[in-house]
């Protein structure tokens, strides 16, 4: 892996409508100079879930050009198929489909985060529910853009990935970007 231009990341969830948004949104927003993230589902729901959509505006993260897509737009053969160096999975449905074939041999992780769109207990418990969703990913997110990505041999980068999706999203907290409060 070279460090010349940012690093292809699609984020998977089977509905490309929570999780995989927030983290597409956090990821380009706090560490888009290193990073390009994409993401897709393998059975979108057609549109972004509105607290999505609510909770990134209030938070001041970009939402514009986010939408429900499939994941086949990014498999080989794809009409928008870019070369990925990343695929995190980020329910736990998606982590244990048959994947298509990507370009570009991707690493590939599984960071199980809660889904937030579950949540029926009313509009209190549904907004938490997102917020939390957001805190789990910003904070894994920002100790995956702290690896030395350029640096570390495969086999290393891989294990380190996929030991962030084993944080303990109670108790662990990962440094904010720089230039962030």
Do not use: Q
Request: aromatic content about 8%; hydrophobic content about 40%; some cysteine.
């Amino acid at each position: 892996m070279t460090p010349d231009a940012p690093f292809n990341v699609l984020f998977l969830c089977t509905g490309n409508s929570a999780r995989s948004v927030l983290a597409e949104s956090i990821m380009n927003c706090t560490h888009g100079d290193h990073f390009l993230a994409y993401s897709a589902g393998s059975d979108p729901r057609g549109e972004v879930h509105p607290k999505t959509i609510e909770l990134l505006r209030r938070l001041n993260f970009p939402t514009e050009g986010l939408r429900s897509k499939s994941w086949d737009e990014f498999a080989t053969g794809g009409k928008t198929a870019v070369p990925l160096d990343f695929i995190i999975t980020v329910c736990d449905d998606a982590a244990g489909e048959t994947c298509p074939v990507w370009p570009g041999h991707p690493i590939t992780a599984h960071w199980g985060i809660e889904n937030p769109a579950a949540e029926k207990r009313g509009e209190m418990w549904e907004r938490a529910a997102f917020l939390r969703a957001f805190h789990h990913l910003r904070n894994r997110i920002s100790v995956f853009a702290a690896l030395p990505v350029d640096k570390l041999e495969r086999t290393s980068l891989t294990a380190e990935i996929r030991a962030i999706g084993r944080l303990d999203d109670t108790t662990a907290s990962a440094p904010k970007p720089a230039g962030t409060s």
